[in-house]
């Protein structure tokens, strides 16, 4: 997950310069070993890298692509056109992975991937509100429904907004900036992202030679709950261990501490490897079969060769792991979802 300038893919528009870098292809690619005839998901199509590498590297497979951003679906129509038969696209939400597939016909799947995050796509265009680095509407949704960012700022009670900035951003100084923005907001309204980037500027201040924007982890912290990004993920885990097909393999690329340390968890309490109780404490209930194993147990990170292709892939990392025969788990991933106040109900988040 970025950091309101970072992306999972892509150099943005400039010109001779091609937007879609997928992050650690090859990594990947080689996670989910596509072989003919079996069927992929990728949750997070963006400009589709993963899946015309998918269906590149096995031409009689098969791969139903989903994105909550209808301009994502759209631009994909030549890349599914030139695959008649072969590409579905769906405009959904990858937390619906298991539904999705059922709806296609897909009971079981041989492989899921996962690219979590905003795409470049979003990030260098001015009008989605993403980023800092240009000036546009305070906006922020990926499928455009629910509040936006504008409306997070302007009307959450400023503990809420503190909460937000501290546990999305892991932000230390979230108190100030919530104050700060309570208090000009009382004045005018916030609706431009360079209005909200500038403010935090002003308050924190920006050493020379800093390359981290003061407002980095707050634009950070209001994008993922705005896209309920976490919640979104862990519906996905679970999705994933009920949809993919014994042998099936799981790839999914985080930008970011905090979806890192939810599949990590995820990965390794479905792996059997959670830490064991004390011997101490009385025997709790006997752990579920493991349903994942490890294809390997520390995340691969890009070399110094891609992150000088592509900067924007420097906190990327990989972690994978391949279904076992077990019946899922009953646990839900969403109780790994760092929890808010009940306050934030008041400003219900994107539409389900």
Known sequence: M???????????????????????????????????????????????????AILEAAPASRVIAIDRDPSAIAAGAELAAANQGRLMLVEGRFGDLDRIATSAGHRSLDGVVLDIGVSSMQIDEPGRGFSFQSDGPLDMRMGGAGPSAADVVNRLAEKDLAEILWVYGEERRSRRIAAAIVARRAEEPFTRTG???????????????????PATRSFQALRIFVNDELGELARALDA???????????????????????????????AGRAPGASRHQPAGPAAAPPGFRFVNPQPLHPGKEETDRNPRARSARLRSAIRTDEPPSGASATLLVPRLSAGLDRLPRGER
């Open 2 to 52: 970025m950091t309101g300038g970072g992306s999972r893919e892509g150099t943005g528009p400039a010109a001779g310069k091609p937007r879609h870098i997928p992050v650690l292809l090859s990594e990947v690619l080689a996670a989910l070993a596509p072989t003919d005839g079996e069927t992929f998901l990728d949750g997070t199509f963006g400009a589709g890298g993963y899946t015309r």
């Open 195 to 213: 209005d909200l980037a500038g403010l935090i500027e002003r308050l924190l201040g920006r050493p020379p030679g800093e390359a981290r924007h």
């Open 240 to 270: 994933a261990e009920h949809v993919l097909a014994p042998g099936g393999r799981l790839a999914i690329v985080t930008f970011h501490s905090l979806e890192d340390r939810l599949v990590k968890t995820f990965l390794k309490e479905r």
